[in-house]
């Protein structure tokens, strides 16, 4: 038996009466874990939703790339099916999977362990928030059982306040839901930051992934109840009939748009960094090498968040504004490109001369540079008002938004659920496979979205149910790439599912990685730390080395340690 595998036995012991036990075993039966305070349990409830909604949204997607193999209808017979399918893919991937993803799971779990703390501020919000999710989940399960939603993600009205015969007001109810789990879970991660870190983990001594979470939480809480408000709005004009944006009412259709973007873009940022320190974490462990431009990266997490709220005007350029907003507007979408290259430049500064292990989420790591460098710079085009009025709802804007948002977002969260899951739930998955389906994923990725740049850029218009002739050798391997992704994303779960057959073979630290959570049992402790932890410096990784004995990479013994200085602010 390995040492690792005693190790975790004797954590379940009960010593004078009280339960040592790992979170997954300290307690039996599922009220333990539908009304838990652990934020570790309450991280793995939101992986269940996120991965359950993943494969929801992915199933509508595969039908929609069916539909568009031919340019004539082939399994869906009716344009309004059409509609609803895309739009339920649409508001099922980025209101509960994209989102939430690594903030809800990763955020959740990881956060207290990197600070040293037994839990986040306020355990019970952060179940409340899990169960909003779950009801605002419910919700959109509803809508689409009870009669559909064809508005597309976006509720654009007057469409959504007047024109449509489906559930908008069950959709958009559940939305405004799901943003109060957003709102709760950003606060509570920036008062665990704030209130909760050890005295000599100062703001520059963190982890680069708690910046990411602590500049997309001041994003959810400034941004969400600007949706919110926006979506009571259309219940309110839906329900009662007043003018707000249906022009025939005295309404301004633009005025919504205003208000969706505001949030909407911002929205892209809580998305995408997340993702940024999940890369930070994973390029510098596989690469040995201590972070480049440590207070660069940090600082451009900020300045990304604070760009987010002054750039969605560029989204309306076809909308009649002025010019002046219409450069001004551009101008600041160029302007957020500086601080996201400067991660970019930093990371390959990192991996320069380094030792880089081309294991499963490093290869996810390598993925986003090349996805997120592309939809990047794609967006540039789209920030510039002279391209942006021939490309503008072409399936160039599509393959833009998918490299940003899956290409980046969702490969970030699969390299941060392939790194800490030996950590969440203790056991090592099939490295040969884990390569499989990143390799898998980054092929079928390109194959299915890179040739909708060149369709869109070509005038084909996005959210059409037949096309014309010349877009069909486009659509097809477009359609092609969507099956392999969706083959790739099914080896992914099912080795990662294998995994939990086995019994407990994760080493505490089977990376090498120099943040707290790597030095704590795997699966962690109910309470992340029996004592006081020794704070070590994240990222002096030659503190950290190989241990045959225990097969796992250790602190050496009085290294890398930050000392006892006072929380800054």
């Known amino acids: 038996m390995s040492t690792t595998t005693i190790a975790n036995e004797e954590q379940v012991a009960e010593p004078g009466g009280f339960r040592h036990g790992d979170y997954l075993t300290c307690d039996k039966g599922w009220k333990s874990w539908a009304f838990t305070l652990d934020h570790k349990r309450i991280g793995v409830m939101y992986m269940l939703g996120v991965v359950f909604s993943f494969f929801l949204g992915g199933m509508f997607a595969l039908v929609l790339r069916m539909e568009l193999f031919t340019p004539n209808p082939t399994i869906i017979r009716s344009g309004d099916t059409y ?4 739009t339920l893919h649409g508001a099922i991937m980025i209101f509960l999977v994209i989102i939430p993803s690594i903030p809800a799971v990763l955020g959740n779990f990881v956060l207290p362990i990197m600070l040293g703390a037994k839990d986040v501020a306020f355990p019970r919000i952060n179940l409340m928030s899990f169960h909003l999710y779950v009801i605002g989940m419910v919700m959109l399960v509803a809508a689409i059982l009870s009669g559909g939603l064809d508005t597309g993600w976006t509720f654009y009205t007057p469409y959504s306040t007047v024109v449509s015969q489906t559930s908008v007001v069950m959709a958009v109810m559940g939305a405004f839901v799901l943003g109060f789990s957003s709102i709760f879970t950003g606060l509570n991660f920036v008062v665990t930051i704030h209130k909760m870190r050890p005295a000599g983990m ?30 009571l709005l259309i219940v309110v004009e839906r329900t009662l009939g007043f003018g707000i944006f249906d022009p025939k009412m005295g309404g301004d259709p633009v005025l919504f748009q205003h208000f969706f ?44 968040a604070i760009f987010g709220f002054l750039v969605w005007g560029h989204h309306l350029f076809t909308s009649g504004q002025s010019p002046v907003a219409t450069a001004i507007f551009s101008i600041l979408t160029f302007s957020v490109s500086i601080p996201s290259a400067i991660k970019v430049f930093n990371w390959m500064a990192t991996m320069y001369k380094g030792s880089i292990s081309l294991q499963t989420p490093m290869l996810y790591a390598m993925s986003f540079l090349f996805l997120f460098g592309i939809g990047g710079l794609t967006g540039l085009f789209l920030g510039m008002l002279s391209v942006d009025l021939h490309l503008h709802d072409t399936y160039f804007v599509v393959a833009h938004f998918h490299y940003v948002m899956m290409g980046s977002a969702l490969v970030g969260f699969f390299g941060g659920l392939h790194f800490w899951w030996p950590k969440i739930f203790g056991r090592m998955y099939d490295e040969k496979w884990g390569r499989i389906g990143a390799i898998g994923i980054f092929v079928g990725f390109n194959t299915c979205f890179f040739p909708q740049f060149i369709a869109g850029v070509q005038g084909m218009p996005r959210r059409y149910h037949q096309y014309e002739e010349i877009f069909r050798p486009y659509m097809v391997i477009s359609t092609i790439g969507a099956f392999i992704l969706g083959i790739a994303s099914l080896i992914v779960f099912v ?45 002096n990784l030659e503190a950290v080395v190989w241990d045959p004995e225990t097969r796992s990479y250790k602190h050496l013994e009085g290294q890398g340690l930050l000392g006892d200085g006072e929380q800054d602010a």
């Open 83 to 86: 509609n609803q399918l895309f």
């Open 202 to 231: 100062t703001f520059f001594k963190m982890p680069l992934f708690l910046w990411s979470l602590y500049a997309t939480a001041i994003i959810q809480i400034l941004a969400t109840p600007v949706l919110g408000i926006t979506l």
């Open 261 to 304: 973007w505001f949030y909407s873009h911002p929205a892209v940022y809580i998305m995408i960094l997340p993702a940024m320190g999940v890369i930070s974490e994973l390029i510098t462990t596989f690469s040995r090498r201590r972070i480049f431009g440590y207070s660069f990266i940090a600082y451009s997490s900020v300045l990304i």
């Open 495 to 539: 080795n990662l599912y294998k995994s939990l057959k086995k019994p407990y073979d994760a080493p505490p630290n089977p990376w090498g990685g120099a943040t707290l959570e790597w030095t704590v049992t795997s699966p962690p402790p109910h309470h992340n730390f029996d004592e006081e932890p020794k704070i070590y410096d994240p990222y």
